[in-house]
């Protein structure tokens, strides 16, 4: 198979370029090929003419989304768009990496893959309206939604909590937001098998189990043998600029209908830590 990346040099796009093997894998920044510019994406396809294109490059400031719309919709929503013309244009497959926030988070049970997006964030909408656009130009593409993604590449959850936890007797964390930590490795090998097994439509991907963010940095600590305190918060008291839904789990029916199973957070955390530290 030939594969191109776009977002290779993000979380994501890291742990992709590292898991996959036995196929050439062209992976690209955003210095590389801006998938604002039509011109570019399309040039790049054209060269590499591949199977399978991963679209994991994004505006992923969440906050930041906020105070720059503009940005936020011309990345995640017409630059994906761009990205799924070419892929049309040249034959290739697509997978497009969302969100669990195209969802309000007004459930108590995970979210299925047919549930309606009502996104509360303008990140959350921006990947919910490129979805749609995505469907319509590609209905075979493959949408994989995800969440709470950390890994070695970059700022994340776990190395936010472990550098402040090194030097704050205590740190508060919010409690009231309920989601499914994600290791970008086991994601970017279930996002391999996906196009071994040449899949189509949604699918939702995160490590098994769920947590609040507060329950989430407390394993973190102990696993880092650190004796930090952890207060649980409120969203609201921790103020920030996008709405979070509250619920975020995402249901794994559809991935374990293609025979693809995610080992649970704990195991992910722990590999993650024992990672980090080599
Ligand atoms: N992080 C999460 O918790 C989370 C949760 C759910 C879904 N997702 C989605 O999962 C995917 C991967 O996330 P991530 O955390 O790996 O992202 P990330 O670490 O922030 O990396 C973003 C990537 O996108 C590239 N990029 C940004 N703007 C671009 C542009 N205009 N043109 C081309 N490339 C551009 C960046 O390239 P440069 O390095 O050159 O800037 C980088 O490679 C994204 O689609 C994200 O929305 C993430």
Not at 244 to 265: C, D, H, K, Q
Request: contains cysteine; charged residues 25%; hydrophobic residues 40%.
């Amino acid at each position: 198979m030939r594969v191109t990346i776009f977002g290779a040099s993000g979380l994501l796009g890291q742990a992709l370029m590292h898991e996959w093997s036995g196929d050439t894998v062209t992976g690209l920044s955003s210095r590389d090929a801006d998938i604002r510019d039509v011109s570019r994406v399309q040039a790049v396809v054209r060269e590499n003419h591949p199977d399978w294109i991963v679209l994991a490059a994004a505006y992923t400031d969440v906050d930041g989304c906020e105070t720059n719309p503009d940005r936020a919709f011309a990345v995640n929503r017409d630059g994906a768009v761009n990205v799924a013309e070419a892929a049309k244009m040249f034959g290739s497959r697509l997978i497009f990496l969302s969100s669990d926030y195209v969802f309000d988070g007004k459930k108590t049970s995970p979210y299925e893959i047919d549930d309606v997006r009502n996104p509360q964030s303008v990140y959350g909408r921006t990947k919910a309206e490129a979805e749609i656009r995505l469907l319509e130009l590609i209905p075979a593409c493959c949408i994989v939604r995800t969440s709470w993604l950390f890994g070695l590449g970059g700022k994340c959850f776990p190395d936010t909590i472990l550098k402040l936890a090194a030097s704050r007797p205590a740190l508060d964390v919010v409690n009231d937001q309920r989601g499914s930590p994600t290791f970008a490795t086991d994601l970017a090998s279930a996002i391999i098998q996906l196009c071994r097994k040449d899949a189509n439509g949604i699918v939702h991907i995160s490590n098994s189990g769920d947590c609040t963010w507060f329950e989430f940095a407390g394993e973190i600590i102990r696993n880092a043998g650190l004796t930090t305190a952890v207060r649980p918060v409120s969203s609201q008291q921790m103020a920030r600029p996008a709405p979070r839904p509250a619920y975020s789990v995402l249901s794994p029916a559809r991935l374990l209908s293609l025979g693809i199973e995610m080992p649970s957070r704990h195991d992910a955390l722990r590999r993650y830590m024992e990672q980090r530290q080599k």
